[in-house]
């Protein structure tokens, strides 16, 4: 078991936050590519920061857009479409996205639309 799945989400969303605005993007558009992702609204993405979900928890409770598949690419050295373990994948997907938009990505392509 990975490390990061027992890491809460709210305590890597401010680095999230801080990498997207760093580069001129806002939350709001950060929270627009979460949302995207985990079928979450934003009252259940405040409430898993609130609650300081873990990724293992966060994931499981996500309901995942079925154009995730179409996220590939590479995110830390990795391959997100080679990523075997389930919940691994989910959380290079959201990475890539969150690298997507902190590059000046369009909001269409970053959502796969």
């Known amino acids: 078991m990975h490390r990061i799945y027992k890491i809460s989400f709210a305590s890597v969303y401010p680095l999230y936050i801080t990498k997207v605005e760093r580069k001129?993007?806002?939350?709001?558009?950060?929270d627009q590519v979460?949302?995207?992702?985990?079928?979450f609204d934003a009252a259940?993405?405040?409430r898993h920061i609130?609650?300081?979900?873990?990724?293992?928890?966060?994931?499981?409770?996500?309901?995942?857009?079925p154009n995730a598949a179409l996220?590939?690419?590479v995110v830390c050295g990795v391959r997100v479409e080679n990523v075997e373990d389930p919940l691994m994948k989910k959380i290079r997907y959201m990475d890539k996205l969150v690298d997507e938009l902190?590059?000046?990505?369009?909001?269409?392509k970053v959502l796969r639309g």
């Not at 001129?24 to 950060?30: H, I, P, V």
């Open 24 to 30: 001129g993007r806002t939350r709001e558009e950060l």
């Open 34 to 39: 979460i949302l995207w992702l985990t079928g």
């Open 71 to 73: 996220i590939t690419g």
């Open 50 to 65: 609130e609650d300081k979900t873990t990724f293992e928890d966060f994931f499981a409770a996500a309901r995942l857009n």
């Open 102 to 108: 902190a590059k000046g990505k369009a909001m269409g």
């Open 44 to 46: 259940e993405l405040a």
